[in-house]
C-alpha cells in the first residue's frame, strides 16, 4: 500500500505540489516591497561600513606606521557671510566619518582649517553642515538671535596628487533673498601645487 502510495506522488508530482502551494498563504505585493526596501538600506549602509573601514585603514597607515598612502589632502572651511550673520558651528564629514566638529556661540573664525591627512585614492563624499545666528550688533539688531542651518554635500575624485578643497559659507545670490534662507554652502576644489 505503502509503495502504492509513493508511486501516485511520483507519478503525480503536478498534484503533490499544488496541494503544497495551496497550503503557503499568498504574498503581500507591499511586504515584498518593504523587504526589497529593507534589503537595499542593509546594502547602503553594509557598503557605508565598508567605506568607513577602508579610510580608518588607510589612516591607520598613514598616522601611525608612517607608510605615506594615497593623496595628501587638505580641507578648510571659509566663512564669507559678512558681517550680519556668525557662524557658531561647523561639522563636516568624509565619507560618512566625522572630520570635524566645532562650535562657539562666540563665533568662529573665518578660515577654519578642518582636515590635512593622507585620502585613499577613488571617489569620496563630503558632507556639510554650518550653523549662523544672527549677530544683534549689525545695522538690523531685530535679526538677532535667529538661527539658520544650511547642509550640503561634495562628490569629489581623487587620485594620488596633491588636493585641496575649500568649503564656503556664502550668502545666497541677489540682495533679494530673504533672510533666513540666504546662507548657502559652497564647495571649491584646487589641486594644490
Known sequence: MRILMLGLVLAV????????????????PGTHDAQLANAEHQVRELSS????TEIRLWNLMNNRLGMPVGAEATIRVENRMGPMYRLIEARLGLDGTAIMTTRDEDGLPDVIPAFTGSI?????????RLVYVGE???PFPYVGGYRMV??????FSIGHHAYRLTVLGHPADGPTSAFLTRPRVGFVEHDAP
Open 49 to 52: 561600513d565598508i567605506r568607513q
Open 120 to 128: 585613499p585614492p577613488g571617489d569620496h563624499v563630503l558632507s556639510v
Open 150 to 155: 544650511t547642509s550640503s554635500s561634495h562628490d
Open 136 to 138: 544683534t550688533s549689525s
Open 13 to 28: 508530482p503536478g498534484v503533490a505540489f499544488a496541494q503544497e502551494a495551496e497550503d503557503e498563504p499568498a504574498t503581500d
